[in-house]
Nanobody
Framework: QVQLVESGGGLVQAGGSLRLSCAAS????????MGWFRQAPGKEREFVAA????????YYAESVKGRFTISRDNAKNTVYLQMNSLKPAATAVYYC?????????????????WGQGTQVTVSS
């Protein structure tokens, strides 16, 4: 079993930056592919970014490419999402997810564990 706890959300002005963190419990964190998803009010949850077990392979949604960076520190059991040049459209609850495979995925149903989410609000 893996427990995920997100942090780092908050209120930021458009153009600003935030760094989300996701701390994972369990000794096998380094074996899991990790992802970030988000859900805006009134919308379905959508893929944001994903990273393989080693950090060597990453995927991004087109809407965040070039502005968001996903990374991980397996020694700290933590995955990060650096968000730069934030836009109001990025306002959402951001969820961290883990899958029991080393590879990354952009598919929500391929993840086995989810955090509770952290709110990100970008003001115009």
């Amino acid at each position: 079993q893996v427990q995920l706890v997100e942090s780092g959300g908050g209120l930021v002005q458009a153009g600003g930056s935030l760094r989300l963190s996701c701390a994972a419990s369990g000794r096998t964190f380094s074996r899991y592919g990790m992802g970030w998803f988000r859900q805006a009010p009134g919308k379905e949850r959508e893929f944001v970014a994903a990273i393989s077990w080693s950090g060597g392979i990453t995927y991004y949604a087109e809407s965040v490419k070039g502005r968001f960076t996903i990374s991980r520190d397996n020694a700290k059991n933590t995955v990060y999402l650096q968000m730069n040049s934030l836009k109001p459209a990025a306002t959402a609850v951001y969820y961290c997810a883990a899958r029991r495979y080393a590879s990354s995925s952009y598919l929500e149903n391929e993840y086995d564990y989810w955090g509770q989410g952290t709110q990100v609000t970008v003001s115009s």
